[in-house]
């Protein structure tokens, strides 16, 4: 009895150590109107937390019709 004991809590103890972490994807709306290119990249980085690198002699003269929808980020 004891030894089934100490096998069921060592097994157990195998089992939460090799487990991956837990993680939660995170939904985020984006709703960027249709403006300049240059303009439309800053918002959509700030919203999402990220940096956009680019040439502004490459999307100074480009303008976007927009972007709506969801995205999904994994965090750990």
Do not use: W
Not at 2 to 14: D, E, F, K, T, Y
Not at 19 to 34: C, E, H
Not at 41 to 58: C, K, M
């Amino acid at each position: 009895m004891r030894l089934s004991i100490a096998v069921a809590v060592c097994l157990s103890i195998v089992g939460v150590a090799a487990a991956d972490p837990a993680s939660a994807a995170i939904k985020k709306f984006t709703n960027i109107p249709a403006e300049d290119l240059g303009s439309a990249l800053q918002e959509l980085a700030h919203e999402h937390d990220f940096q956009v690198v680019y040439l502004s002699e490459g999307v100074d003269k480009l303008r976007t019709s927009g972007a709506v929808g969801i995205s999904r980020r994994r965090r750990h």
